[in-house]
């Protein structure tokens, strides 16, 4: 069992950035893929970017690349997802995921645990 919790959403204006952390507890972190995911009002949850155990290997959704950078500290147990260039359409409550296993994941049905979410809106 790994319990995760989010945090560093807030209100920001188009073009700003967030850093929202994922800290994990309960097993050893490295032993589990990390995700974010997203999910705006009306609208099933959606993938955003993936990271390995141990960070090798990364994997972005679309409307992310070149904008969010997902990172993980090991050390610190905690994983990152640095969101540049925000959109308001980048609004919505912002999951992290954990499963064991080596590789990327990108469907919900992939993970076994998740945060409680965070909010990020994005005003025009």
């Known amino acids: 069992q790994v319990q995760l919790v989010e945090s560093g959403g807030g209100l920001v204006q188009a073009g700003a950035s967030l850093r929202l952390s994922c800290a994990a507890s309960?097993?050893?972190?490295?032993?589990?893929?990390m995700g974010w995911f997203r999910q705006a009002p009306g609208k099933e949850r959606e993938f955003v970017a993936a990271?390995?155990?141990?960070?090798?290997?990364?994997y972005y959704a679309e409307p992310g690349k070149g904008r969010f950078t997902v990172s993980r500290d090991n050390a610190k147990n905690t994983g990152y997802l640095q969101m540049n260039s925000l959109k308001p359409e980048d609004t919505a409550v912002y999951y992290c995921?954990?499963?064991?296993?080596?590789?990327?994941?990108?469907?919900?049905?992939?993970?076994?645990?998740w945060g409680q979410g965070t909010q990020v809106t994005v005003s025009s």
């Open positions: 990271i390995s155990r141990s960070g090798g290997t990364i």
């Open positions: 995921a954990a499963r064991g296993g080596a590789g990327t994941f990108s469907t919900v049905r992939d993970y076994n645990y």
């Open positions: 309960g097993r050893t972190f490295n032993n589990y893929a």
